[in-house]
């Protein structure tokens, strides 16, 4: 970044436009606050020009009364300005927590909102980064930068109008000087902001491979790698060090040279401030308060140069927060949704036919009223995850109610895929797919999901309990449906065995729970849900002969009633589908029943012979 762009990440306006928005939910501490700094600033320089008097009371005119009660002011105004300098920065500080806490929340509930596509092209690391780093610096520069940045423009302009009021001539000379001063800041702030932000980099990387070297750690000890990954770690601590040590040492020089040339221009004052006084033209009072003024006045100048560059970096990180935000939602809307007869209990999909929902639903007043069955249909779907890499080569496929259909195929064949769509995770490219005879891009999602469950080819469990694990799936099932659900799946067996049964903690990076159990659990998961449409894709990871029959038992249990999609990389799972897809690069190669495919004597029956292999 060179200036010019730094300059205009300072003058971005939009960004903090947006920020002050912010500060709307709690307008009483903004301006609250704002206005006790600006009042015990300005109560500070009133205490400090309070001193002439008191001075002068005992210097020139001798006047013992006099010299208390300007000494009883000057208490009471900086006992305010203590006063109102502890409001003001409690108040800010106040601010600054209930701001990031509103903006943590609309960040969180925001992600959660984004569609998966939005994942697929993000790292992680990218968005914890702004949950952390970005919303850290942005609450430490609202707290801190902000109040001290206001704090030194009223400091420093009540300084020079009291000071002009005390002696204007002297006034310039230190105008003067400050004008120097300034330029020597710029030059030592443009230096060190290159180093102050080649190390925000350098720690972005290091964290990277710390996370990189932590997700790797078997694979390292595994292959002995422990030596190289701490040489790289080193080489990049090292360039952290370098960055930070550069950083700092060009913050820390501009103190020295700050606070002599304060001292230069201290002297400066003495000597003429002196001639003024022997000529009679200024008291020794006055003399006093502009000495103490321009002890101070430099201050404000060095705060607000050392405070930019934190205060650029907080606009930036601002800048990924609102990015994050501005994000496009998964667009939820369909015309077509779920209805629940409230006699009868069955589910019907319904079709609006105005958009006022509350009259048509309620009233059951619908353009079209189809029962949920349960029927999915693609027909000649085209798709890809970018335009350059169809993946999907014009499938074809039916599952009637209740039927089991089975895709088999190498790995990158598109099984995933498939099931990616019928939940529209992804929108398909060309084709059409329907539920129930409807185009499946009308139906809401949330209904549509709701219907169906899903088994991921990999297993996620949060941290908590066997129960709340499975409960997931629907989060009003009963601990009675939970444990059903749990037979169904033949998870039960082993869950009672654990030593809590149903209450035991568990995490996802738990190795008590072995793959195989893993998965036991989230079919639980699915069941529990009692989906009318189920997709198992099966993990490739291997399971031992036992689990594997459990498993496929409770598939087997699960499925009964329910149009079910299983992928399977072990074909003793799919011998008694209805129909078994035989998938090869994105087209469907052979489909039958196991007998079709067996007498027809292709790749599935060379499968089953052993004579090739699942690639
Ligand atoms: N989120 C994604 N973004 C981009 N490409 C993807 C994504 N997911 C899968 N692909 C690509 O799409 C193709 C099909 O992948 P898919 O996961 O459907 O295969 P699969 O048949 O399920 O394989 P496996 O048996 O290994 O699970 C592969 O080439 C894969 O690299
Ligand atoms: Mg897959």
Do not use: C
């Amino acid at each position: 970044m060179n200036e010019k762009t730094s300059r205009r990440a300072m003058l971005n306006l939009p960004v903090l436009k947006r920020l002050f928005s912010y500060f709307h939910y709690n307008k009483k501490l903004f301006v609250g606050g704002l206005a006790m700094v600006i009042a015990s600033t300005f109560l500070g320089v009133l205490g400090n020009g309070l001193l002439a008097p008191v001075v002068d009371a005992v210097a020139v005119s001798h006047d013992l009364h006099a010299f208390f009660f300007a000494l009883g002011q000057m208490v009471i105004v900086f006992t305010l300005a203590t006063i109102s300098e502890y409001y003001g920065f409690l108040w800010l500080a106040e601010l600054s927590q209930r701001t990031i806490y509103q903006l943590r929340r609309e960040m969180n509930a925001h992600v959660l909102s984004l569609p998966v596509t939005y994942f697929d092209r993000t790292a992680n690391g990218k968005i914890m980064s702004s949950f952390t780093n970005d919303v850290n610096t942005l609450a430490q520069t609202i707290q801190q930068a902000l109040p001290q940045f206001l704090l030194s423009v009223v400091q420093f302009t009540s300084t020079i109008v009291m000071m002009f009021f005390l002696r204007w001539q002297l006034t310039l000379i230190v105008l003067a000087f400050l004008m120097v001063l300034l330029l020597i800041m710029r030059i030592i702030s443009q230096k060190s902001g290159k180093y102050y932000r080649s190390r925000q980099k350098q720690i972005a990387e290091i964290n990277g491979y710390i996370e990189e070297m932590l997700s790797a750690q078997q694979v390292v000890q595994l292959f002995n790698r422990q030596d190289a990954a701490k040489a790289e770690f080193n080489r990049r601590s090292d360039a952290v060090q370098d960055a930070s040590t550069n950083a700092a040492t060009f913050g820390v020089i501009s103190f020295p040279i700050m606070g002599n040339l304060a001292y230069v221009l201290y002297a400066l004052v003495a000597l003429v401030g002196s001639f003024y006084t022997m000529n009679g033209v200024m008291t020794i009072g006055a003399l006093t308060a502009f000495m103490q003024y321009t002890r101070t006045v430099n201050r404000p100048v060095t705060m607000v140069a050392q405070q930019l560059n934190g205060v650029l970096s907080a606009i930036a990180g601002a800048e990924r927060i609102f990015q994050l935000m501005d994000e496009p939602a998964e667009n939820m809307d369909g015309a077509i949704r779920l209805w629940t007869d409230p006699e009868t209990q069955k589910q019907y999909w319904v079709r609006r036919n105005t958009a006022d929902e509350a009259t048509t639903v309620g009233s059951a007043i619908f353009e079209q009223k189809v029962p949920v069955h349960g029927d999915v249909r693609f027909t000649d779907v085209h798709f890809g995850y970018d335009a350059d890499h169809p993946v999907l080569k014009g499938i074809s496929l039916y599952a009637k109610p209740g039927q089991k259909i089975a895709l088999v195929g190498s790995t990158g064949a598109g099984k995933t895929t498939i099931t990616n769509l019928i939940n529209r995770f992804y929108e398909i490219d060309d084709g059409e797919i329907t539920i129930d005879g409807l185009p499946l891009q009308e139906i809401q999602k949330e209904d549509l999901r709701s219907l169906l469950s899903m088994v991921l080819q990999e297993t996620h469990l949060f941290s908590g309990t066997i129960r709340e694990n499975i409960r997931f799936g629907r989060l009003d099932a009963t601990d009675e449906e939970v444990e059903y659900a749990a037979k169904l799946a033949n998870a039960d067996g082993f869950i009672r065995r654990l030593k809590d049964g149903y209450d035991t903690l568990i995490s996802d990076t738990d190795e008590e729970l072995s793959q195989g159990k893993r998965q036991l659990l989230a079919i639980a998961r699915a069941a529990v849900a009692d989906p009318v449409i189920l997709i198992l894709d099966e993990a490739t990871s291997s399971v031992d002969t036992h689990t594997e029959k459990l498993i496929a038992e409770g598939m087997d249990q699960l499925m009964q009633g329910r149009t079910t999609f299983v992928i399977a990389h072990r074909l003793s799972t799919v011998r008694n589908a209805d129909a078994i897809m035989v998938l090869e690069d994105g087209r469907i190669v052979e489909r039958g029943d196991h007998e079709d495919l067996m007498r027809q004597k292709g790749r599935y029956y060379r499968l089953n012979k052993g004579l090739e292999e699942l690639a």
